[in-house]
């Protein structure tokens, strides 16, 4: 698999841009035209500087409003064209782009199109040089691929080819499997992007919006399996315009967008037989079947905070490591560890963040597989020096510089508690509340991280993502999307801060970094959960009156019911397919907390419209232990 992407999908100037297409495994480049003349260094020196970091150029781009001119114009555009070649061939690229024009004067006819192509072939030629034909989306006589394809077709010229792009063609509806009825040997280069699902202006959602293959909401799947199928076995070049790609770190942007070539490839691979494009063999994506255990890093203080709250949540100190000063808290199937040990991975995340979730630990079917597929896709593996009674369990890098564990049912894995840990008699005071797993886990990040993580989640484990939903925190916006599995027993919400004075934001400066913010635990019966919660002394969160009057007006409670829920500061939410309801604990150092949840009939979300009245309640919980939010 040949794989390229723009200059233009990449921050920094022509020269990082390059360092960093090269470190993230790409073969090639499309040179951008305005990355090229923004740069000081001659046409020959760029060509040089590409091959110096054993890339190639694949594509040099746009030539626009090329076809149709009348004259004089037309000559001009020849002129013009010439002069792009000359420049080509210093530089070394032997493939222009030409998209279809916008020009208010351009005069349009599928023939006058295919005859200029034609000579302009015949010029190209002279150069060594073939031009590629794209259909923009908002060409003006020209915006779809098969009008394309027909142009190229009518200008029957070996220097001249149809060039493909995801966007244009999923951007306006257009069925991807009429690239079915084009040669492959005719389509020159193929561009993909993907891009969230925005009913917007089409030239805006593309100059500002695309996104990697995956992390957006077009079939990029459907189409690169449509080109697959022609038997194209040229370049995978990805080109997006992304506002935020273009001030993210150039390193990381370079480095998902090869995933994410990877993962799609990967994905076309198991759907579409027989294509030519050679891709790396990889174990399918990881179907996960549940959330082991959780493992916060403290020290010895602050563990006793952290577990004097666990308690008040019915948890009971039930085992202790082997070797290690790790205690295990259970409930129901809920594991929570708590390493405080002064040695090794746990403490340095403690050292690093303060009090914190450093490893999650997944249910999985093999979890060597795991691995080597987090690994075909450039996720790093993790691995520390096992202790004295300790098995070795397969492990990788994740967000924030935190672990995952992944725990499979073979002979070793599966006994990992009963191995590694000895069982207690319960000293626990408090009463056990009801809680039985893991509803789910909400990870806090920069706005700009989103869809890193998003893709990361995607493309190793089998899930899929819920829309993005807005956030209102007093202090700004923040993002909320979940990753899930098909039967729920794998819920991460990724959460994007967008400034320092959300509490999603401060969390991430007070804490270095983005990490687990809050852990949601389920009940089967909440009311039942809160008469244990009352007896074992913890306090909720307050949630302000006004909200009960507001649930009151939309849904027409019954008045013991909105009692309950307001006596016990309940959150509440409804919707076609079932009843959702949150109980939250006081926020915990910086604003971590713990929430409750019961879910009744077929909700699936996590209460979005509660989220703004439950950020403002700890907001008013920060401020009154004196810490200074806004
Ligand atoms: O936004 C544009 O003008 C533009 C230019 C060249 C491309 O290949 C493209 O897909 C879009
Ligand atoms: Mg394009």
Redesign the pocket.
């Known amino acids: 698999m040949k794989t390229a992407i723009a200059t233009v999908s990449i921050a920094g100037d022509l020269a990082e841009k390059l360092g960093a297409i090269a470190a993230a495994g790409f073969d090639g480049v499309e040179i951008f035209e305005n990355d090229f003349l923004a740069f000081d260094r001659s046409p020959k020196e760029v060509g040089q500087l590409v091959r110096d970091h054993g890339l190639e150029i694949c594509l040099f781009?746009?030539f626009?409003d090329f076809e149709g001119m009348p004259e004089p114009q037309r000559s001009r555009t020849f002129e013009r064209a010439k002069r792009k070649f000359e420049l080509m061939r210093e530089m070394g690229a032997d493939l222009l782009?030409i998209?279809s024009s916008v020009s208010p004067i351009a005069l349009g006819g599928i023939d006058r199109a295919a005859a200029d192509l034609n000579e302009l072939g015949d010029l190209a030629a002279t150069f060594d040089i073939r031009i590629g034909y794209?259909a923009?989306a908002w060409g003006r006589f020209v915006n779809d691929h098969r009008d394309a394809w027909e142009i190229v077709r009518r200008a029957d010229h070996a220097h001249v080819g149809l060039i493909l792009?995801s966007?244009?063609t999923l951007s306006r509806k257009t069925d991807p499997d009429t690239i079915r009825a084009i040669p492959g040997d005719k389509i020159f280069f193929v561009?993909l992007a993907d891009a969230p699902a925005f009913n917007m202006d089409l030239?805006y959602w593309?100059?500002h919006f695309r996104n990697m293959p995956g992390e957006g909401d077009l079939d990029v799947t459907g189409f690169m399996r449509a080109v697959a199928a022609t038997g194209y076995d040229g370049v995978l070049s990805l080109?997006i315009?992304n506002d935020q790609f273009r001030g993210g770190s150039p390193k990381s942007i370079a480095v998902d967008g090869y995933r994410s070539l990877l993962y799609l490839m990967d994905q076309v691979r198991r759907t579409e037989p027989g294509i030519r494009i050679p891709v790396p063999d990889m174990p399918d994506r990881v179907p996960v079947g549940g959330i082991e255990f959780v493992e916060f890093a403290a020290d010895r203080r602050e563990a006793r905070d952290l577990t004097a709250m666990l308690a008040t949540l019915g948890f009971k100190r039930s085992a202790r490591h082997v070797s290690k000063e790790v205690e295990l808290w259970r409930q129901g199937g809920i594991n929570i560890v708590i390493n405080t040990d002064p040695r090794g991975f746990a403490h340095a995340s403690y050292l690093s963040h303060g009090t914190n979730v450093c490893d999650i630990g997944l249910k999985v079917a093999d979890a060597a597989a795991t691995v080597a597929r987090a690994e075909s896709l450039g996720a790093k593996t993790f691995e520390q020096p096992v202790g004295p009674g300790e098995l070795k369990i397969p492990a990788i890098r994740a967000l924030g510089g935190s672990v995952l564990h992944f725990i499979d049912g073979s002979k070793d894995l599966s006994r990992v508690w009963e191995t590694e840990f000895t069982y207690l008699n319960d000293d626990t005071a408090t009463r056990a509340a009801g809680l039985t797993r893991i509803d789910h886990i909400a990870e806090t990040m920069n706005y700009d991280e989103m869809l890193t993580w998003l893709l990361f989640y995607r493309s190793i484990f089998d899930t899929d993502k819920t829309a993005m939903v807005d956030v209102i925190d007093p202090a700004g916006l923040v993002r909320s999307q979940a990753i899930e599995n098909a039967d729920g027993t794998l819920r991460i919400t990724l959460n994007g801060a967008e400034n320092r004075k959300t509490l999603a934001g401060h969390f991430i400066q007070e804490g270095f970094g983005s990490g687990v913010q809050h852990i949601a635990f389920e009940t089967a019966d909440i009311f039942e959960t809160v008469k244990a919660l009352k007896a074992n002394g913890f306090k909720p969160l307050a949630i302000s009156p006004n909200y009960y009057d507001d649930l009151d007006a939309r849904f027409g409670l019954e008045e013991d019911f909105l009692n309950a829920l307001k006596s016990a500061g309940i959150l509440y939410d409804r919707d076609e397919t079932g009843e959702y309801f949150q109980l939250y604990s006081p926020t915990y150092g910086e604003g971590f907390f713990f929430e409750i949840v019961e879910r009744r009939g077929g909700y699936k979300g996590y209460g979005a419209a509660n989220a703004q009245f439950r950020i403002a309640a700890q907001k008013r919980h920060f401020r009154a232990k004196g810490m200074p939010v806004r």
């Open positions: 781009q746009p626009r782009l998209c794209e923009l792009d966007f244009h561009q030239l593309s100059r080109e315009f």
